[in-house]
């Protein structure tokens, strides 16, 4: 996970002509400064209070936002709590689920987390996720483990594994439905929308709306190491898988 995801948990940018309720001259700039930059609301946590709420014109506290690459990091918690149940250890090759991939090359030696590390040395174009099936197509254009590159690709890869894996179980094999029963609902979180890639399965790079305060919720819970409102829904030492780098690049953990 980067290092500014803590930023981006607590805070969207603010809508042109924001009507802010600023409690501070720090929550009025903050604000300001959203408002220059064409933002839709911003949402500042303190302590897991919030100490700066503000909404464009036409945009309220119940409206979701699309959060784009943010969605990348739900994809790390799925993994995350996955392996907490034994759906799967973090680094298994992922050709232990998709037998497809047993075929001599370096895509048998990818392991899933190479996959949420984004250190498969799987390639992709940003902007452009494959579909499930076009994604298990693809193939590693450098050794796995080498080599850091930032796509939607590995995550589409994931999802296949986590349907076969939820599948193979006889439980919900849609791994977004999956996720939001596992975590997202027991934490009080409502999804406003998961996009579906073309094949009907859901978009884990890009495809999550949600509100500020949801956003600052899930925040929150990775800042409580699992835990939300005094429910323990992950153990703290499977969270810090979260945060572990690779070698590749120590900028970036488990998304």
Same mark, same amino acid.
């Given at each position: 996970?980067?290092?500014?995801?803590?930023?981006?948990?607590?805070?969207?940018?603010?809508?042109?002509?924001?009507? !802010?309720?600023?409690? $501070?001259?720090?929550?009025?700039?903050?604000?300001?400064?959203?408002?220059?930059?064409?933002?839709?609301?911003?949402?500042?946590?303190?302590?897991?209070?919030?100490?700066?709420?503000?909404?464009?014109?036409?945009?309220?506290?119940?409206?979701?936002?699309?959060?784009?690459?943010?969605?990348?990091?739900?994809?790390?918690?799925?993994?995350? #709590?996955?392996?907490?149940?034994?759906?799967?250890?973090?680094?298994?090759?992922?050709?232990?689920?998709?037998?497809?991939?047993?075929?001599?090359?370096?895509?048998?030696?990818? !392991?899933?987390?190479?996959?949420?590390?984004? $250190?498969?040395?799987?390639? $992709?174009?940003?902007?452009?996720?494959?579909?499930?099936?076009?994604?298990?197509?693809?193939?590693?254009?450098?050794?796995?483990?080498?080599?850091?590159?930032?796509?939607?690709?590995?995550?589409?890869?994931?999802?296949?594994?986590?349907?076969?894996?939820?599948?193979?179980?006889?439980?919900?094999?849609?791994?977004?439905?999956?996720?939001?029963?596992?975590?997202?609902?027991?934490?009080?979180?409502?999804?406003?929308?998961?996009? #579906?890639?073309?094949?009907?399965?859901?978009?884990?790079?890009?495809?999550? $709306?949600?509100?500020?305060?949801?956003?600052?919720?899930?925040?929150?819970?990775?800042?409580?190491?699992?835990?939300?409102?005094?429910?323990?829904?992950?153990?703290?030492?499977?969270?810090?898988?979260?945060?572990?780098?690779?070698?590749?690049?120590?900028?970036?953990?488990?998304?």
């Amino acid at each position: 996970m980067r290092l500014r995801f803590a930023l981006l948990a607590c805070a969207l940018a603010v809508a042109p002509g924001a009507q !802010t309720q600023a409690s $501070s001259p720090a929550c009025a700039a903050a604000a300001a400064y959203s408002d220059a930059h064409r933002g839709r609301a911003v949402l500042i946590l303190k302590d897991g209070r919030p100490v700066c709420e503000a909404y464009g014109p036409g945009t309220g506290a119940d409206d979701a936002h699309p959060l784009y690459s943010g969605t990348k990091t739900m994809a790390g918690a799925m993994a995350v #709590l996955a392996a907490q149940d034994g759906l799967l250890d973090l680094d298994e090759p992922v050709s232990a689920t998709l037998a497809e991939w047993r075929d001599g090359t370096d895509r048998q030696k990818v !392991t899933i987390r190479h996959l949420l590390t984004l $250190s498969s040395g799987i390639d $992709s174009v940003v902007g452009r996720p494959p579909d499930y099936a076009q994604a298990v197509e693809l193939r590693p254009v450098a050794a796995p483990g080498t080599r850091f590159a930032y796509g939607p690709a590995p995550f589409q890869i994931f999802g296949e594994v986590m349907r076969r894996k939820l599948a193979a179980r006889g439980v919900q094999a849609d791994p977004a439905e999956w996720l939001i029963q596992r975590l997202l609902t027991p934490a009080g979180i409502r999804v406003g929308q998961w996009r #579906l890639t073309p094949d009907g399965n859901p978009l884990l790079p890009q495809g999550l $709306s949600l509100t500020a305060r949801d956003w600052a919720r899930f925040g929150e819970w990775v800042r409580r190491d699992g835990t939300i409102d005094g429910k323990p829904l992950l153990a703290p030492q499977k969270l810090a898988a979260f945060h572990q780098p690779s070698p590749a690049f120590p900028g970036y953990g488990l998304t």
